[in-house]
Each structure stands twice: as structure tokens, then as C-alpha cells.
């Protein structure tokens, strides 16, 4: 309130406040000397507003780039996610390249959890699965496309790791499993004639059904189902064989072959075998579910193991080995007398000397 002109003041109102007397009103610039209003600079002093740059001194604001160093503001793409992406891309670009579209939705749910996401991966694709390798017998698949022979496929089984799946193929290879109950006609439980109804490029080319040829039948040697067996190797290069399912412990006479490394089934799905000839007849099969030419398996069966090579020259005479210390001088062989051996006669009773 502004102070009162004339030198008398009229009579106050009651209470006096407001009123024009020579005690200036509350809060004006005269009731409190030379302090400026609430609020202004000059109450403050040299300290400024609350929040004003001179207020905080050189300290920059929250999420300036000078208050938080060469790190951007909140909401930008730092450099460790970029690593994450880039990472990324290299380990599904080794272990399962159909992942790659994925991978920034991928980073985007795992934000802020990287290392659970590479915790999943590691034990995904690295840790469980043994190397695909083993020893047992090979059997052998004709193809044919369209009519045109194309060779033969090779395969070596691995029944000294897993003997059931194993021994299931080579069954359905041979066609000892006699015939299947679960079709009306009479179909026999054993590969040949059947096809390779699914392929995807890059990835596999499935086949075995040999009840309805489309994926969606097909049965062990004994018919029915078996369990997986406990070794579940790597899924991570072009011609390993491994048992098709519809999820766990669901084998039956359905399999694929790999055209390309894929780790993502590993623990999924029971590496049981490996084309070792005709690796190059895979060039042959056309991506399709089912393909427009499919191969087909004309003849299949045990492949008959490679004979050992025979020399030329008849076998060396043999003779027992040396009994003696080695490096012991073997004992010289006492010459043999052209005349016949001299009469002996007994030894003398006598004392000696008498």
C-alpha cells in the first residue's frame, strides 16, 4: 500500500490496518527500509533464484550434456548398446542366422538386461551341447528328382553315443521292422519310396514319413513313439542328420538333414548321424513344403564298410619274439659235428683218487 500524501492523516479506520498513518502499511517499501520486495535480487543479496543458472554456478542443469560428461542426454543411443546390437549380430550370424531379423526387438526387451540375455544364449548355444561326433555302422540312401538318378548319400551313425536312435534308423533303412499297424494299407515300415516333403533353404531338408508323406505321420521300427536319448549334441554344420518331433520324446521315423548350421535346436531335437559321401547331392533339394520336384528315396540300406587293401605280395614268414632282455646279445648257436656223437658211459662209484 502506497503511504498517505497530506501531512495530517484523517482518522484511521478501525483496526489501522491499511491506514494512511505515519507507520507505513505491511510490506511496503518504507515499513521495510531499503530491503526490496520478497523475492527480488536484491532481497536475495548476490545469491539468484532458485534454479537460475548464477544460482547453481558452473554446475550445468540434470541431463546436460556438460553435467554428465561426454554421455548424452537420457533417451539417446549410448555406445554400450550399440556393442550389444553389434555383438549380437556377429553370434546369431555364427549360430543361427534365421535370428537376425530379431535382433533389435531382442535388445529392446532384454534393455537394461543385457546380461541375462547373454546368460539365455550362452547356455542356449554354447554349454549343453556336446560336439556331433561318433562311430557305428553307415548306411546308405539312393536319391532320384524328377525321374534322373542322383546318387548316393553315406551316412555314418553315431551309435556308440546315441544306440537307440541309432539303431531306429538303420531299422527303417533295412526294412526289418516288418509293417506298419497304423495305416489300412499295407506299408511297410522302411524308407524307400518316401520323399523329402519339407525343405528350407539355408536350413534343412526333412523326410521319413513313410505312412501319409506330408510330415504329419510316420512311426519308429516297433511302431509308436520313443523318448529322446540323454546326449543331445550340436546341431552346428551342413549334412548332420537329427530326428524330426512334434516336442519331446516324440521320435518316431522322421528326420532331417542340415544344409546349414543351426544351434538354436540344440537340446531340442537328437543328432544321430552324418552324410560322409555325396555331401554335394544337398545342392540338389528345392526350398518347398512340399518342394515342386522333391527327391525321392528309391533304395536305402546298410552300406557294406570298405574293404581293407590287399598287397601284391605274399605275406612275410613270421617268428616268435626274443624272450632275452632287449639289446642282449642273442647266444651263438653251437656248431654241429660231421661225425656222430661219441659212446658215453656211466660215471665211476669209486671215491675220487682211489
Not at 483496526?15 to 515499513?31: L, N
Not at 536484491?42 to 541431463?63: D, H, I, N
Not at 531382442?106 to 560336439?131: F, I, M, S, V
Not at 516288418?178 to 519339407?198: P, W
Amino acid at each position: 500500500f502506497a503511504p498517505a500524501a497530506a501531512p495530517k492523516p484523517a482518522p484511521a479506520a478501525f483496526g489501522g490496518f491499511g491506514s494512511p498513518g505515519a507507520a507505513p502499511t505491511f510490506g511496503s517499501a518504507s515499513k521495510l527500509g531499503t530491503a526490496p520486495t520478497f523475492g527480488s535480487p536484491a532481497a536475495l543479496g548476490s545469491t539468484p533464484a532458485f534454479g537460475s543458472p548464477s544460482a547453481l554456478g558452473a554446475a550445468p542443469t540434470f541431463g546436460s550434456a556438460s553435467k554428465l560428461g561426454t554421455t548424452p542426454t537420457f533417451g539417446a543411443k549410448t555406445p554400450e548398446k550399440e556393442d550389444h546390437r553389434a555383438k549380437l549380430v556377429e553370434f546369431y550370424q555364427k549360430h543361427n542366422p534365421g535370428k537376425l531379423d530379431t535382433v533389435d526387438a531382442t535388445l529392446k526387451k532384454y534393455a537394461g538386461r543385457e546380461h541375462e540375455l547373454w546368460a539365455q544364449l550362452k547356455k542356449k548355444y554354447q554349454e549343453q551341447a556336446p560336439e556331433a561326433e561318433g562311430t557305428g555302422p553307415r548306411c546308405f540312401l539312393e536319391l532320384e528328382k524328377d525321374g534322373e538318378k542322383l546318387g548316393r548319400l553315406v551316412i555314418q551313425l553315431f551309435a556308440d553315443k546315441v544306440p537307440k536312435t541309432a539303431e531306429n534308423f538303420r531299422m527303417l533303412c533295412t526294412g526289418e521292422g516288418g509293417y506298419s499297424q497304423a495305416t489300412f494299407a499295407k506299408t511297410k515300415r522302411c524308407y524307400a519310396s518316401t520323399t523329402f516333403h519339407r525343405v528350407i533353404s539355408d536350413f534343412m531338408a526333412q523326410g521319413g514319413d513313410f505312412t501319409r508323406g506330408d510330415g504329419t505321420g510316420g512311426e519308429c521300427w516297433q511302431g509308436g513313439k520313443f523318448a529322446d536319448e540323454a546326449c543331445k549334441m550340436r546341431h552346428d554344420r551342413r549334412g548332420l542328420l537329427s530326428m524330426a518331433n512334434s516336442g519331446p520324446n516324440t521320435n518316431g521315423s522322421q528326420f532331417f538333414i542340415l544344409l546349414a548350421a543351426a544351434r538354436h535346436l540344440d537340446g531340442k531335437h537328437v543328432v544321430f548321424g552324418e552324410v560322409v559321401e555325396g555331401l554335394e547331392l544337398l545342392n540338389a533339394f528345392e526350398a518347398g513344403t512340399p518342394p515342386a520336384k522333391p527327391v525321392k528315396i528309391t533304395a536305402c540300406g546298410v552300406a557294406e564298410a570298405a574293404a581293407p587293401a590287399k598287397s601284391s605280395y605274399p605275406p612275410m614268414p613270421t617268428k616268435a619274439p626274443s624272450k632275452l632282455p632287449f639289446g642282449a646279445p642273442a647266444p651263438a648257436a653251437a656248431a654241429k659235428s660231421a661225425y656222430p656223437p661219441m659212446p658215453t658211459k656211466a660215471p665211476s662209484k669209486l671215491p675220487f683218487g682211489s
